[in-house]
């Protein structure tokens, strides 16, 4: 029997989100629960302003619900991957990580092809192991 509020295809953690929400005026949380365009608004605008930001507080169960029903569960962990790109990702850890050998080292040699890869990654990652798990057949 499932345990209340666990998914059979939890995707995303929650603590993961409310400690990005902590530098939410930035829109890590929203980027990590897969909504780049409301993402890059909170980060053009710290936030809405603090307002949305404050309000992501209590949204942030059902952004994971959203996410969890949204993406495809699989032997990547989508908050591992997430994590590397958030902190290293100029790096490439998080595309070495995915298996994307040659992508990450060009990112660990042109600081993260030069930030515009790490942006574009942080529109795309969950998509891009969704359908790592989707072409696995998982």
């Known amino acids: 029997m499932a345990q209340h509020g666990l998914s059979l295809n939890d995707t995303h953690s929650k603590v993961i989100g409310y400690l990005l929400w902590i530098f939410g005026f930035t829109g890590a949380h929203r980027f990590y629960y897969g909504k780049p365009v409301t993402g890059t608004i909170w980060f053009l605008t ?14 942030i169960p059902s952004m994971d619900r959203q ?35 040659i992508t990450g080292l060009i990112y660990l040699l042109t600081g993260g092809l030069f930030l515009i890869g790490v942006l574009y990654d942080f529109w795309t990652l969950n998509d891009q192991i ?3 798990h989707a072409r696995r057949g998982l």
């Open 67 to 101: 996410a969890d029903l949204r993406f495809r569960a699989g032997p990547t962990s989508y908050t591992l991957a997430w994590i590397l790109l958030t902190f290293l990702g100029v790096f490439g850890i998080h595309r070495m990580y995915m298996g994307k050998w």
């Open 46 to 59: 710290l936030g809405l302003f603090g307002i949305g930001w404050l309000i992501d507080l209590f949204l």
């Open 130 to 132: 969704s359908l790592k």
